[in-house]
C-alpha cells in the first residue's frame, strides 16, 4: 500500500520560500511511469497543479509557477521536495503530494481520480 505524508512549515510570511517534504513508503521513486507530483488547493482557486516529478528524475512545472518553483529528490530516503519562492498571501493552500501517471497536466483543471495515492495534505499560510 502506497502512503505519501507530506511535512513541513505551517506559516510564512511574504518573499519567504516554502519548502515541503513529501515522505513515500509502499512504492519507489524510481519505479517507470510514476510521475510524484505537488497540488494545492485553497476555496479560492480549487485544486492546482504545481509540478511532478518524473521516475527519471525530470521536471514539469505548471507555467504560472515556474519561475519560482522547484521539485527535487532524494531517493534514498524516498522523499520529494517542494520548494516555492517568494510567497505572497495567494499562496496560501492547502499543499498535497500525489503520485500519478499522467504526463502532461497542462491546460487543465487537474481532478482527484487522476492520481492513485495522496497525502493527507498539509496547510500552508502566508502572512505578515
Known amino acids: 500500500q502506497v502512503q505519501l505524508q507530506e511535512s513541513g512549515p505551517g506559516l510564512l510570511k511574504p518573499s519567504q520560500t516554502l519548502s515541503l517534504t513529501c515522505g513515500v513508503s509502499g512504492a519507489s521513486l524510481l519505479t517507470t511511469s510514476y510521475y510524484w507530483n505537488w497540488l494545492r488547493e485553497s476555496p479560492g482557486t480549487g485544486l492546482e497543479w504545481i509540478g511532478w516529478?518524473?521516475?527519471?528524475?525530470?521536471?514539469d512545472y505548471h507555467p504560472s509557477l515556474k519561475g519560482r518553483t522547484s521539485i527535487t529528490r532524494e531517493t534514498s530516503k524516498s522523499r520529494f521536495y517542494l520548494q516555492l519562492s517568494s510567497v505572497t498571501p495567494e499562496d496560501t493552500a492547502v499543499y498535497f503530494c500525489?503520485?500519478?501517471?499522467?504526463?502532461?497536466?497542462?491546460?487543465?483543471?487537474?481532478?482527484?481520480?487522476?492520481?492513485?495515492?495522496w497525502g493527507p495534505g498539509t496547510q500552508v499560510t502566508v502572512s505578515s
Open positions: 500525489a503520485r500519478g501517471r499522467i504526463r502532461n497536466l497542462h491546460g487543465r483543471s487537474p481532478h482527484r481520480d487522476d492520481f492513485d495515492s
Open positions: 516529478i518524473s521516475s527519471a528524475g525530470g521536471a
